[in-house]
């Protein structure tokens, strides 16, 4: 998703120097990022969408936000009935919108 976003190759080189952190998100299988230095994060903008459909047939929604200052911010999983994620999908599973 990163590769096809603005600026993507940015991006997937700060995830080397980034704190990954899993969400609390009912086990959907959310990320935040948080890059190197202390600040509060905010929600800044969606630089990527996808979709994909889990091992148990529920469709899940993917985004890529950033925060207010242009840094990656969290990977967005919403299982669209809110039950856990069974599976994270392999690259040629992700529908990217």
Avoid: C
């Avoid at 590769?3 to 969400?23: I, Q």
């Avoid at 994909?52 to 840094?71: A, E």
Wanted: overall charge negative.
């Amino acid at each position: 998703m990163l590769e096809r976003a603005p600026a993507g190759e940015r991006f997937l080189a700060a995830l080397g120097a980034s704190l990954v952190e899993d969400m609390q998100d009912g086990d959907m299988g959310s990320l935040r990022f948080r890059p190197p230095g202390s600040y509060d994060q905010r929600f800044g903008k969606q630089i990527a969408e996808a979709e994909f459909t889990d091992s148990d047939g529920v469709p899940v929604s993917v985004t890529i936000n950033l925060d207010d200052r242009g840094h990656l911010f969290e990977l967005d999983i919403w299982k669209m009935d809110f039950s856990p994620l069974k599976q994270y999908p392999s690259a040629g599973e992700i529908k990217v919108k």
